[in-house]
């Protein structure tokens, strides 16, 4: 079962404040037309501001649900009193705003013209009742249902029988209609019955989408849409523009068991898809188990770290009646929150990792030269760990540096910031007043081309355009043609020009393609340089294709394969030399399968482990020999078409095993 919580968007003054604390508002940059700048090669250049006005996209949400601490257990006074508290710890004041009730307030009852039923004695007054005291607390109010027939209820009673007919399939318009009129901001869509029934994620979750806008036209109440199919069907490449956030796993602990850190560590990790979370949609990893049973309040202060640095929802799950103030005070750092909360809105990304374990994570925030920071040292020592100015797209000039949760400056030093870190722990800071490196520059109401990078890698791309509507529009950004296309919300500027920032990946070179359909007229683009996330293209000589992870998948044992070159974050590797393993998405190593040593070999891609079978030798001839097996990474039968499979065979000097990394 996977519940998640649930999602809709908030923007409250207070915590505008906060984020233009550590973020003060963007002087995104772009040259007049006739003119140029300088290309992504790292040296100091400025181009000509057109305009300084960052718009600022919805949040990632924030507040509470039911699931992790009650289970399907939950009626009236349960979410009651979990109300009273929620507002009594002073949450709402810290910007946490949505009471989510998950699985088992349904049963899976209707009437005969199939409108959803309730039992009275367990929420009395049905569910309006419930949504509007959460209201009358000036909070906003989310409830759940599924994707199939049955729901998650069915398949895994949790507190309660087995309750058949608890999904919304065949009633999404007349459930949603439901929600909206019951007063209901929010909804999260789990994919129980979905997944029994072989349902497809996309096709599914666009009607369900579509559902709920229809009833948010119907009611004039927005009505946000959490997707929550645990990364099935990679939704990191098609639910951005569907609903404001999706699952990008399973569930962080299933009821039962214990949360641990490492559950928070594994869900961090596979939560971190950059170009899919922009412009108000976001990647979830779940909501937060922080000041539960099994973390310790350091697990606790990293848990959020690795939160808000990747920009997810902050929901969190604890029985409120009994957090600490300890706990409390952890849920409601406002630096740290800020953070998350960023009007930016984009996505922390790995920028470096000189010794194994050992990670340095960087986010671009709104304003010019401002980053945050997380150092996370996974090794079971305290360890001195570095971040460096030009790993996060700024140069060697001085730059501020505070401490997030010492809550002061810790120095102004010139090319980065050195600290202790604790054994299994973290560290946050931000970075403000940077001088940013150089960013290359274009004019184009719709589509650029001929856009230079210096490295293959990913990029910050802030994007000027008018929008004097009074809706955002949604447009599609598609990169170098063939990579997966993403939506982009374009909110509303007035009759001044904006700017919106999107991270999309590069091949190094000056053919890289970036096109907007659908948006508003555009004034420009500027490319910005993230030199901590750079990789390179592996490219076989014989096919001039490049090494990639089908639909950027991140299941460990997926094949790498062949495929036309365009710098998606699935074709970009990083090697490290002194590991020797060639890593994709920043935690992902290139793997002989099973350690096999024979011809024929599978090779994958797995969790990074340090084991000889994900160990590779750059060779002065273009091959490479994976160490445990002695073998050749091949082109399985000198093919060289799209999705022919990479193997492993005895090296023969043949073009289908010979490779550049550039």
């Not at 099935?232 to 299933?254: H, K, V």
């Not at 024929?600 to 084991?611: M, P």
């Amino acid at each position: 079962m996977s519940p998640t919580r649930f999602r809709s968007r908030f923007r409250s003054a207070a915590l505008r404040t906060l984020s233009l604390v550590t973020a003060a508002t963007a002087a995104l940059l772009f040259v007049q037309p006739g003119q140029s700048s300088a290309p992504d090669t790292g040296l100091d250049a400025t181009p000509v501001a057109v305009t300084s006005r960052q718009i600022a996209v919805p949040e990632a949400p924030m507040g509470w649900a039911s699931w992790n601490a009650f289970a399907a257990k939950v009626d009236y006074n349960v979410i009651k009193r979990q109300v009273d508290a929620f507002v009594a710890a002073g949450l709402p004041e810290a910007g946490y705003e949505y009471i989510n009730i998950d699985e088992g307030w349904w049963q899976g009852t209707r009437d005969s013209a199939g409108n959803i039923t309730t039992d009275a004695a367990e929420w009395p007054g049905g569910m309006k009742a419930i949504a509007d005291y959460i209201h009358s607390k000036g909070l906003k109010a989310g409830i759940y249902t599924d994707a199939g027939k049955d729901g998650c209820g069915y398949y895994f009673p949790t507190g309660r029988p087995a309750a058949p007919g608890s999904g919304s399939e065949g009633h999404y318009e007349q459930d949603m209609l439901a929600f909206s009129r019951w007063g209901f901001d929010f909804v999260k869509v789990d994919w129980c019955g979905g997944d029994a029934e072989g349902l497809d994620p996309k096709a599914t979750y666009q009607a369900i989408s579509d559902a709920a806008a229809e009833a948010t036209a119907t009611t004039g109440r927005p009505l946000a849409l959490s997707l929550c199919n645990w990364g099935y069907e990679n939704p990191w490449n098609w639910a951005p523009g569907m609903g404001p956030m999706w699952r990008t796993n399973t569930d962080i602990f299933f009821h039962g068991n214990t949360p641990s850190y490492s559950s928070v560590l594994t869900a961090f990790d596979r939560n971190i898809h950059p170009t899919a979370q922009h412009t108000g949609y976001y990647n979830d990893p779940d909501m937060m188990v922080a000041g539960m049973t099994g973390l310790t309040a350091a697990q606790n202060r990293s848990h959020m770290n690795l939160w808000a640095i990747s920009g997810a929802p902050l929901l969190t799950g604890l029985d409120l009646t009994t957090m600490t103030t300890e706990t409390a005070g952890i849920l409601k750092n406002p630096e740290v929150i800020a953070v998350d909360q960023d009007a930016r809105g984009l996505q922390g990304v790995k920028v470096a990792e000189d010794t194994s374990g050992l990670q340095v994570y960087g986010k671009v925030l709104s304003g010019n030269g401002n980053r945050a920071v997380v150092l996370l040292n996974r090794t079971s020592t305290t360890q001195n760990m570095t971040v460096r100015w030009s790993d996060l797209g700024l140069t060697n000039a001085a730059a501020t540096v505070r401490d997030l949760w010492a809550r002061q400056n810790v120095g102004t030093p010139g090319t980065g910031y050195t600290t202790g870190v604790p054994a299994g722990g973290s560290v946050m800071l931000t970075v403000t007043g940077g001088t940013e490196q150089s960013a290359s520059t274009y004019n184009g109401t719709s589509g650029f081309s001929g856009v230079v990078a210096g490295s293959t890698g990913l990029k910050t791309v802030d994007v000027s355009y008018t929008n004097n509507t009074s809706a955002a529009r949604v447009g599609t950004l598609t990169v170098n043609g063939s990579q997966t296309p993403t939506k982009v919300s374009f909110p509303p500027t007035g009759s001044a020009p904006g700017n919106i920032s999107v991270q999309v990946g590069l091949s190094k070179g000056s053919t890289n393609t970036i096109a907007f359909s659908g948006a508003p007229t555009l004034e420009g683009i500027v490319v910005r340089p993230l030199p901590g996330a750079n990789g390179t293209l592996i490219t076989g000589t014989g096919s001039g294709r490049c090494a990639d992870i089908n639909d950027n998948t991140i299941v460990n044992g997926t094949d790498a394969q062949l495929w036309d070159c365009n710098g998606g974050q699935n074709q970009a590797w990083t090697y490290n030399t002194s590991r020797k393993q060639l890593v994709v998405y920043g935690n992902k190593c290139l793997d002989a399968y099973d350690r096999g040593t024979s011809n024929g070999t599978r090779v994958v891609i797995w969790d990074c482990n340090g084991q000889t079978n994900q160990q590779w030798n750059v060779n002065s001839d273009g091959t490479l020999t994976n160490v445990n097996a002695g073998l050749c990474l091949d082109a399985y039968g000198a093919a060289t078409a799209n999705g022919t499979k990479l193997v492993l065979w005895a090296c023969n000097g043949q073009n289908n095993q010979k490779w550049s990394l550039t």
